[in-house]
Nanobody
Framework: QVQLVETGGGLVEPGGSLRLSCAASGRTFNFVYMGWFRQAPGNEREFVAGKLEGGYSGDYSDSVKGRFTISRDEAEKMVYLQMNNLKPEDTAVYYC????????????????WGEGTLVTVSL
């Protein structure tokens, strides 16, 4: 099985920054599309960002576009999410995902999920 392990979450003040990391390990898998969802308390899990293999530009939700940047180190099977100018509305558990196809149809095409890392944006 493939494992995805997120790190980098924590408490940050509004306007601050965090960098999330997702490390993939396990059996051979075609990591076509990787990225991040998040789930805020009381809300549904929502797409945040994703990036195809091969150097394609990332996909972003409107709420994070211009503030978040997704990147991948495909050789090391790593995915990162640089989060700048964080807002209280960004508070959520962030989940790394991996899929062997694109698009992922609102998450239904996701093959593997990390267990999540909590990001809390508050004073």
């Amino acid at each position: 099985q493939v494992q995805l392990v997120e790190t980098g979450g924590g408490l940050v003040e509004p306007g601050g920054s965090l960098r999330l990391s997702c490390a993939a390990s396990g059996r051979t898998f075609n990591f076509v599309y990787m990225g991040w969802f998040r789930q805020a308390p009381g809300n549904e899990r929502e797409f945040v960002a994703g990036k195809l293999e091969g150097g394609y530009s990332g996909d972003y939700s409107d709420s994070v576009k211009g503030r978040f940047t997704i990147s991948r180190d495909e050789a090391e099977k790593m995915v990162y999410l640089q989060m700048n100018n964080l807002k209280p509305e960004d508070t959520a558990v962030y989940y790394c995902f991996a899929a062997d196809r694109y698009p992922i149809n609102a998450g239904r095409g996701v093959d593997f999920w990390g267990e999540g890392t909590l990001v809390t944006v508050s004073l």
